[in-house]
């Protein structure tokens, strides 16, 4: 049994929401399975939230709401500040969640799925100390305050890290918040309300309703007294929640889905960046939202750029999520797991060059959600494959013929999440980053940034996460004229 379900049914939290400030139990009687995707067995069983549990959740935000909203940016702060302590310190626990619910290796877990989670934290904490929530403007005060009670839903691929991504800046720009974590990946979020509630937490600040998104995240998205809904998910979810939304003309911030791509310039050193673009697109497994799976490179070197991109997938190690040589688990789930095989399957039929993987489980594993992670060659911008998200290891490399058609091609698709270009001459990079229509671009793979803010164009959503733009999102703007005279 892993330990954080242990943890969990010692503790009794299991079966319970976290409400008000204590833990809850559910009002009505529907569960929910928890499925360990490496061995395909229920690991534990969840409380889905009714309308009733969504009802005691949003009047607990919106009590608390006056009085968190008022409190001194320092208070809030020494609050993240705790909350982020205690992340680092229940790390491993958090680890053991993670690739008990979802798959994640252990040692990916480890080294980004929780520190990763742990920063957004610290800047939502730091970006307290000097943000100006009062300037003035000649005789004008502009105020940012709290935008009010605030429902977060967030996804099962990074289950800690877009809660943190979302509850961190809400609480610091003075929101009292209710939070739906996805009901595949829930143990994490469990764990995060034990450490809200050990942090001090006042009640009524950070609530937590598990459920379904019909039931639960319609039910916070459409509710009159939520005033924000935050979701990170598919483009079809994020529509879904914003028409639930909109009969109450509340916000709507949604970060959703990609299909990012990553030009490699005729100038780029083949040897560096291809290994990298193939890490990238195959970081945690493939099931990130801005995970670079279209690979643009020149036609001419499109044989070397292949030998390079099978070299490097076959280094990666699939299999037991708890050893420590492995570099890929499975897939978190088994709807995610056939959607994979389909769009490999997808571009078999379609005429794309198998590269290396394909469909099925690597060799020697008869069981549990593992993909072999697969990359197609001469992919037509037209193919499904080049087109829809697959979120898995599937990565397709596309020829070029001119740097015009590369960013023709990377700007054609109906996402604009992410996006990476390589190359030796800085000018040249920037110049074709500046036309390629995405939220977040990265020049010859750069380290993390948890201040750039994240967000998308077109259909990657709305509105931006992490940094100071990501409190921003949770503010409302006041101009009280005369103030100053």
Same mark, same amino acid.
């Given at each position: 049994m892993s330990h954080a379900v242990q943890h969990l049914r010692e503790s009794g939290h299991l079966g319970r929401f976290y409400i008000d400030g204590g833990w809850r139990e559910p009002d009505g009687q529907d569960r929910a399975c928890v499925i360990n995707p490496a061995t395909e067995t229920a690991i534990a069983e969840i409380p889905l939230g009714s309308s009733g549990d969504v009802e005691a959740a949003v009047s607990a935000a919106r009590r608390a709401f006056s009085g968190w909203s008022r409190t001194e940016p320092a208070t809030r702060a020494a609050l993240l500040?705790?909350?982020?302590?205690?992340?680092?310190?229940?790390?491993?626990?958090?680890?053991?969640?993670?690739?008990?619910?979802?798959?994640?290796?252990?040692?990916?877990?480890?080294?980004?799925?929780?520190?990763?989670?742990?920063?957004?934290?610290?800047?939502?904490?730091?970006?307290?100390?000097?943000?100006?929530?009062?300037?003035?403007? @000649?005789?004008? *005060?502009?105020? #940012?305050?709290?935008?009010?009670? !605030? %429902?977060?839903? &967030?996804?099962?691929?990074? =289950?800690?890290?877009?809660?943190?991504?979302?509850?961190?800046?809400?609480?610091?720009?003075?929101?009292?918040?209710?939070?739906?974590?996805?009901e595949l990946s829930p143990l994490s979020?469990?764990?995060?309300?034990?450490?809200?509630?050990?942090?001090?937490?006042?009640?009524?600040?950070?609530?937590?309703?598990?459920?379904?998104?019909?039931?639960?995240?319609?039910?916070l998205a459409s509710h009159p007294e939520v005033d924000m809904v935050s979701i990170t998910g598919s483009t079809r979810a994020g529509v879904l929640v914003a028409q639930a939304a909109a009969p109450t003309v509340k916000r709507v911030a949604q970060e959703l889905g990609g299909k990012s791509p990553n030009i490699v310039l005729p100038d780029a050193d083949l040897a560096r960046c291809v290994?990298? @673009?193939?890490? *990238?697109?195959? #970081?945690?497994?493939?099931?990130? !939202? %801005?995970?670079? &799976?279209?690979?643009?490179? =020149?036609?001419?070197?499109?044989?070397?750029?292949?030998?390079?991109?099978?070299?490097?997938?076959?280094?990666?190690?699939?299999?037991?999520?708890?050893?420590?040589?492995?570099?890929?688990?499975?897939?978190?789930?088994?709807?995610?797991?056939?959607?994979?095989?389909?769009?490999?399957?997808?571009?078999?039929?379609?005429?794309?060059k198998l590269v290396t993987g394909g469909p099925g489980r690597p060799?020697?594993?008869?069981?549990?959600?593992?993909?072999?992670?697969?990359?197609?060659?001469?992919?037509?911008?037209?193919?499904?494959?080049?087109?829809?998200?697959?979120?898995?290891?599937?990565?397709?490399?596309?020829?070029?013929?001119?740097?015009?058609?590369?960013?023709?091609?990377?700007?054609?698709?109906?996402? @604009?999440?992410? *996006?990476?270009?390589?190359?030796t001459e800085m000018d040249a990079v920037r110049e074709v980053a500046s036309r390629i229509r995405a939220g977040q671009v990265h020049l010859n793979a750069p380290d993390w940034d948890p201040n750039a803010p994240f967000g998308g164009y077109k259909r990657s959503g709305n509105g931006r996460e992490y940094g100071r733009e990501g409190m921003e999102e949770y503010l409302e703007t006041k101009a009280v004229l005369g103030f100053y005279s």
């Open positions: 500040s705790r909350v982020h302590a205690l992340v680092l310190e229940r790390a491993e626990l958090i680890a053991q969640a993670l690739t008990a619910e979802m798959g994640a290796a252990i040692t990916y877990a480890r080294r980004a799925q929780v520190p990763l989670a742990a920063e957004h934290l610290r800047v939502a904490r730091d970006n307290l100390a000097d943000f100006a929530f009062v300037s003035q403007r @000649g005789s004008t *005060a502009i105020l #940012r305050e709290a935008i009010g009670v !605030c %429902s977060l839903i &967030t996804p099962w691929n990074w =289950p800690l890290y877009q809660i943190t991504a979302k509850v961190g800046p809400a609480l610091a720009a003075g929101c009292t918040v209710v939070l739906k974590p996805s979020a469990l764990l995060f309300a034990e450490l809200m509630d050990e942090a001090g937490c006042p009640p009524g600040v950070f609530n937590l309703v598990n459920g379904t998104g019909p039931v639960v995240g319609e039910g290994p990298l @673009g193939v890490a *990238a697109a195959m #970081r945690n497994l493939g099931q990130s !939202c %801005s995970a670079p &799976t279209r690979m643009l490179v =020149p036609r001419d070197r499109l044989r070397d750029v292949e030998a390079l991109a099978a070299a490097a997938a076959g280094e990666f190690v699939v299999g037991d999520p708890l050893l420590e040589a492995t570099t890929h688990g499975p897939i978190a789930n088994r709807a995610q797991f056939e959607r994979v095989q389909m769009m490999i399957e997808a571009g078999i039929g379609e005429g794309a060799a020697g594993i008869a069981s549990g959600f593992y993909a072999r992670p697969t990359i197609f060659s001469e992919v037509r911008r037209e193919m499904v494959i080049a087109q829809e998200e697959i979120f898995g290891p599937v990565l397709a490399i596309l020829p070029y013929d001119t740097v015009e058609e590369a960013v023709e091609i990377a700007n054609d698709t109906v996402y @604009g999440l992410g *996006a990476h270009v390589q190359g």
